[in-house]
């Protein structure tokens, strides 16, 4: 070991407490990053195998009705490989026990045998058998919210019919990663299920013997989704189709995609921060050891050390801090990122998790600390490098104090004398002093950032569900009916007050830009669903027009003033324009706002809706979920109250 090093791991001992300290900090910075990458990569990794063997189709269309002949045309569509046509329903389920409303998907499978595409995972039981008209298979999370196993048996209202099913197997999708029910922003796992039957009964339920309304293809590889999209929309037309979409679009699918690029997101950002601040420590430290050491540095010059020894010896003290930093990190960041791919196992449903460390990761962890940590001591280094022999032996020498540039202008007189003081060390020092204030301001942002989020959670939660949408229910209708569905739901026992609402698949298009949307029909000076602008002042919609959020807005690039085309995906299907009167901003949700008769005239129909939103009695909730199971028209129920609940819970306690 030579001289240099000796003394290295004398200064390393001397300085172990902010050593630990500095090493913590890079520690943490590298955990994330690690964390949040090998976590992106697993779910990657994952998706990408569960979507190849399981066959997650490309393009999805919803219609009416159409015969079963259609298929042979739809496979006809240049680039076209699979297609799988489906019997898809709302059903409302009555688990027993279990008071309040479940609602669920009912996906029709072959009567014996895989589905072509969306192929199940077995977890448990088997698939449906031929010529058994009560049998299903569920989802997984919803099996476990309510302890299903094989065999158990649930109750269905299908198509107005009530029927009891009989559970067969338990099985994941990958057309159901994220499992969440229409209207909803959190899964609820208890209150909505994915049930799988066989074609031939449930096709018979629903009056769709030799139809469907439901089809899903995947396409041969460099084929232009876009084009077939646009002749898939012109096969359905005449059958009510209501707009093909991508993968891309796919509910199931987006959520996936927003959440890893919160991921990469929180690898950039959060490394940043902590390794900014452990730069600016190193930077304190190494500044004071040379400072400290001027002596020894003379001493070590005089036998005949250079100065690029010099630099490499302080540099290996910063990189040992350093190394030591990334080990801890790296190890933290595995066991931190096993952690969260299970957590997310609980939130997205993957029949397995293949957890995954690239090497390319370890090694960026390893060059952006160490590039941190040089960047944040390059100028103590050098000082320490340059350092004359004959100075060094000479203490330190006084600051030179003179006047700044503020006070060389004539403004001196409004200055204090500490003030000048202060003024004059941060002109002097202009690099150590913006070292200084960027490691106050990443040590800031670490204590912010955690805060910001939870409070930012909290006010949007207190704007979107307690000041803008202030009922206790929302009622959807398997059609759009009549206003007697609001005075049958107002009759009931319980029911405080109803208010009613429209919501219109289309598709907004403004120039080259298009989005897949609803327009949301809103009565009059509503009670129970206000729009609200950034300062939560009631935005009243016109008597004409269409109000768009922000977000649609810039997504458009449309201004106030402008004609929006929009393409309804429902009934008829016109094609229209309507002006667009003004934009609001929301925190969830991305549509366009009109007059609720406003809308109906665009539809050309009569007083028609699509749900209803609710007060309740608070002492008579039951009574009423009960009722609103037992009506026909109901596709489903979404309580508020369950959606804080759920959203306040822990991940794990959701199943």
């Known amino acids: 070991?030579?001289?240099?090093?000796?003394?290295?791991?004398?200064?390393?001992?001397?300085?172990?407490?902010?050593?630990?300290?500095?090493?913590?900090?890079?520690?943490?910075?590298?955990?994330?990053?690690?964390?949040?990458?090998?976590?992106?990569?697993?779910?990657?990794?994952?998706?990408?195998?569960?979507?190849?063997?399981?066959?997650?189709?490309?393009?999805?269309?919803?219609?009416?009705?159409a015969p079963d002949s259609l298929k042979t045309r739809i496979q006809a569509i240049p680039g076209v490989e699979l297609v799988e046509t489906r019997v898809v329903a709302a059903v409302n389920l009555d688990v027993e026990g279990f008071t309040d409303p479940v609602?669920?998907?009912?996906?029709?499978?072959?009567?014996?045998?895989?589905?072509?595409?969306?192929?199940?995972?077995?977890?448990?039981?088997?698939?449906?058998?031929?010529?058994?008209?009560?049998?299903?298979?569920?989802?997984?999370?919803f099996a476990k919210a309510h302890h299903f196993s094989p065999g158990d048996t649930l109750r269905a209202t299908i198509h107005g019919r009530r029927?009891?099913?009989?559970?067969?197997?338990?099985?994941?999708?990958?057309?159901?990663?994220?499992?969440?029910?229409?209207?909803?922003?959190?899964?609820?796992?208890?209150?909505?299920?994915?049930?799988?039957?066989?074609?031939?009964?449930?096709?018979?339920?629903?009056?769709?013997?030799?139809?469907?309304?439901?089809?899903?293809?995947?396409l041969s590889p460099h084929t232009h989704v876009a084009a077939v999209i646009d002749r898939l929309d012109e096969l359905l037309k005449p059958y009510g189709g209501l707009g093909s979409y991508g993968r891309e679009h796919q509910l199931s699918y987006r959520y996936l995609k927003e959440e890893f690029h919160q991921l990469r997101q929180m690898a950039t950002m959060f490394p940043v921060i902590f390794l900014g601040v452990a730069a600016f420590l190193l930077n304190v430290v190494t500044t004071r050891l040379v400072s400290t050491q001027r002596e020894q540095i003379a001493a070590l010059k005089a036998f005949g050390y250079g100065q690029f020894a010099i630099a490499v010896h302080y540099l290996k003290l910063i990189i040992v801090i350093v190394v030591f930093g990334v080990i801890l990190g790296i190890a933290g960041g595995i066991w931190l990122g096993q952690g969260l791919s299970q957590l997310y196992m609980e939130l997205y449903r993957f029949p397995f998790l293949r957890y995954e460390l690239q090497p390319q990761v370890i090694f960026s962890a390893m060059v952006i600390s160490i590039g941190a940590a040089m960047i944040g001591t390059l100028f103590a280094v050098r000082e320490a490098a340059l350092l004359p022999p004959a100075q060094a032996m000479r203490p330190e020498p006084p600051a030179r104090y003179r006047e700044t540039l503020l006070e060389s202008l004539g403004l001196k007189r409004y200055f204090s004398q500490p003030t000048r003081m202060i003024a004059r060390h941060i002109e002097r020092k202009p690099l150590k002093s913006l070292m200084?204030?960027?490691?106050?301001?990443?040590?800031?942002?670490?204590?912010?950032?955690?805060?910001?989020?939870?409070?930012?959670?909290?006010f949007m939660m207190e704007v979107q569900f307690n000041l803008a949408q202030r009922e206790d229910a929302t009622v959807t209708l398997v059609e759009p009916s009549s206003y007697t569905v609001l005075y049958?739901?107002?009759?009931?026992?319980?029911?405080?007050?109803?208010?009613?609402?429209?919501?219109?698949?289309?598709?907004?298009?403004?120039?080259?830009?298009?989005?897949?949307?609803?327009?949301?029909?809103?009565?009059?000076?509503?009670?129970?669903?206000?729009?609200?602008?950034?300062?939560?002042?009631?935005?009243?919609?016109?008597?004409?027009?269409?109000?768009?959020?922000?977000?649609?807005?810039?997504?458009?690039?449309?201004?106030?003033?402008?004609?929006?085309?929009?393409?309804?995906?429902?009934?008829?299907?016109?094609?229209?324009?309507?002006?667009?009167?003004?934009?609001?901003?929301?925190?969830?949700?991305?549509?366009?706002?009109?007059?609720?008769?406003?809308?109906?005239?665009?539809?050309?129909?009569?007083?028609?809706?699509?749900?209803?939103?609710?007060?309740?009695?608070?002492?008579?909730?039951?009574?009423?979920?009960?009722?609103?199971?037992?009506m026909p028209r109901v596709a489903g129920m979404v309580v508020k109250k369950m959606l804080f609940k759920v959203f306040t819970i822990p991940l794990g306690k959701l199943s």
């Open 103 to 141: 609602t669920g998907n009912l996906v029709s499978i072959p009567d014996q045998g895989d589905p072509l595409l969306n192929r199940l995972h077995l977890r448990q039981g088997r698939l449906i058998a031929a010529g058994h008209d009560d049998e299903v298979v569920i989802s997984e999370a």
């Open 488 to 630: 049958d739901l107002q009759s009931l026992p319980g029911v405080q007050f109803g208010e009613v609402f429209r919501s219109v698949p289309a598709r907004f298009r403004f120039q080259q830009r298009s989005y897949l949307t609803a327009v949301q029909g809103v009565v009059a000076n509503s009670e129970l669903q206000r729009l609200l602008d950034t300062q939560q002042r009631v935005v009243t919609i016109p008597p004409e027009g269409i109000v768009l959020t922000d977000y649609l807005g810039k997504l458009l690039g449309i201004q106030v003033g402008q004609l929006l085309t929009v393409e309804v995906l429902e009934g008829s299907r016109p094609i229209r324009q309507v002006p667009v009167v003004g934009f609001i901003s929301q925190y969830v949700g991305v549509s366009g706002y009109m007059d609720l008769p406003a809308l109906n005239r665009f539809m050309h129909e009569g007083e028609v809706i699509s749900g209803v939103y609710l007060t309740l009695d608070t002492q008579q909730t039951e009574p009423v979920y009960a009722a609103i199971k037992e």
């Open 163 to 218: 029927k009891t099913l009989t559970i067969v197997g338990i099985a994941l999708s990958p057309e159901y990663i994220y499992q969440i029910s229409p209207g909803a922003i959190f899964p609820d796992f208890k209150r909505y299920g994915i049930l799988w039957m066989g074609h031939t009964p449930l096709a018979t339920a629903y009056n769709m013997e030799g139809a469907f309304n439901d089809v899903v293809l995947t």
């Open 1 to 65: 070991m030579t001289a240099l090093d000796s003394k290295l791991w004398r200064d390393l001992w001397g300085l172990r407490g902010q050593a630990i300290a500095i090493a913590l900090v890079i520690a943490s910075g590298i955990a994330t990053f690690v964390m949040s990458l090998s976590t992106l990569d697993s779910l990657l990794t994952t998706q990408a195998l569960f979507y190849r063997d399981y066959y997650l189709p490309d393009v999805f269309a919803s219609l009416k009705r």
């Open 436 to 458: 200084t204030i960027l490691g106050i301001a990443f040590a800031c942002a670490i204590m912010t950032i955690g805060n910001f989020q939870q409070d930012a959670i909290d």
